[in-house]
């Protein structure tokens, strides 16, 4: 990295091999693959190496930016399947004839 340009494709593909995840499980998974990848990048925050602290910058700032779509995303699904199993709708009962 030290030896890239800024803007160098080569970064575009290290943040796309830095995001990839194996299987992730529970609700929350991917919000949590997402912060132990934020943790492992952050001591990058502080590299004498300013190229190397302004591709830790831009790709925390992503990261940040997909815990808290996935993590929105993942409360409203938990939400759905709540209301879904937890309260289902009942049907509506037969009207009752009075002939």
Same mark, same amino acid.
């Given at each position: 990295m030290r030896a890239l340009s800024i803007g160098d494709d080569l970064l575009s593909d290290l943040e796309i091999v830095l995001?990839?995840?194996d299987v992730v499980s529970g609700e929350f998974g991917l919000v949590e693959a997402y912060k132990e990848k934020r943790g492992a990048i952050a001591p990058w925050l502080s590299d004498e190496d300013s190229k190397v602290r302004s591709f830790a %910058? $831009?790709?925390i700032g992503g990261l940040d930016s997909q815990i808290a779509a996935e993590q929105r995303r993942s409360? %409203? $699904?938990l939400e759905i399947r709540k209301r879904m199993y937890d309260n289902p709708t009942r049907p509506a009962e037969e009207p009752t004839s009075l002939a």
């Open positions: 995001q990839s995840t %910058e $831009r790709y409360e %409203e $699904r």
